[in-house]
């Protein structure tokens, strides 16, 4: 069996950082909105995580709008 970390190792390190922003956002949704599902029917849990996901990408929108609209950029520098 072959090592992927061993013999590829840019790929692994971009997979494991990758893996890491993703567990961040679901943390970070988890904490806003409830680890909980309420809803029974399974396509009403579908319906239900969407939403969590969708109202999350538009606060996280607004926030970053907010900031750039205040002199900052994205990346936390200033603009000249």
């Known amino acids: 069996m072959?090592?992927?970390?061993?013999?590829w190792t840019n790929?692994?390190?971009?997979?494991r950082a990758r893996r890491s922003l993703i567990k961040a956002v679901f943390a970070k949704v988890k904490e806003l909105y409830g680890e909980r599902l309420r809803c029974r029917r399974w396509v009403a849990r579908c319906n239900e995580t969407i939403a969590k996901f969708a109202v999350?990408?538009?606060q996280a929108i607004?926030?970053?709008e907010l900031m750039v609209g205040q002199g900052a950029t994205a990346g936390g520098q200033s603009r000249t």
Request: cysteine-free; aromatic content about 12%.
């Open 2 to 7: 072959v090592n992927f970390g061993k013999h």
């Open 11 to 15: 790929r692994a390190g971009k997979l």
């Open 56 to 58: 999350y990408n538009i």
């Open 62 to 64: 607004m926030r970053r």
